[in-house]
């Protein structure tokens, strides 16, 4: 088992900065994990996205958590190295508070499916006790 918090999240995901939307995973099993994510000032979408009211966009909290789920599955070495997660759908999506900068995000994900060509997740993003997010997503799992 890594050592956690896990926060070499470059070498689980493709992603890089501005796209990179995971700072650790804090635990996780075959179950599921929790991660989190501090969004700041620096983030790029908050330049444009209500900028006298600067809020983190519905779809990026979705790209975030499933971010993270991708994440800590390929932590647990699930799939072969160099797997990329291509988000398929997204379902039962709810927004129920924002997020602003300077949040702190705790993403809780449950894997309800997982095979060697496709990943079916649900996630809830809080921040403090504060649910802000949730949705159910499947990725298709394949290669460069």
Known sequence: MAD?????IESLLPHRKPFLF??????????GCVCTRKFTDEDFFFKG???EYPV????????TMAQGGGAALSLQGKFEEGSLFFL???NNVKFKN????????????KNKRCTKNMVVQEGKA?????????AEWMCI????
């Open 4 to 8: 956690l918090p896990f926060t070499n």
């Open 22 to 31: 995971v700072d650790s995973i804090d635990s996780y099993d075959d179950d």
């Open 49 to 51: 996205h209500f900028p």
């Open 56 to 63: 983190v966009p519905g779809v990026i909290l979705i790209e």
């Open 88 to 90: 398929a759908t997204v």
């Open 98 to 109: 924002q997020v602003r900068p300077g949040d702190v995000v705790r993403m809780e994900v």
């Open 126 to 134: 809080f921040v403090g006790d504060v649910l802000c997010a949730q």
């Open 141 to 144: 799992v394949g290669k460069k």
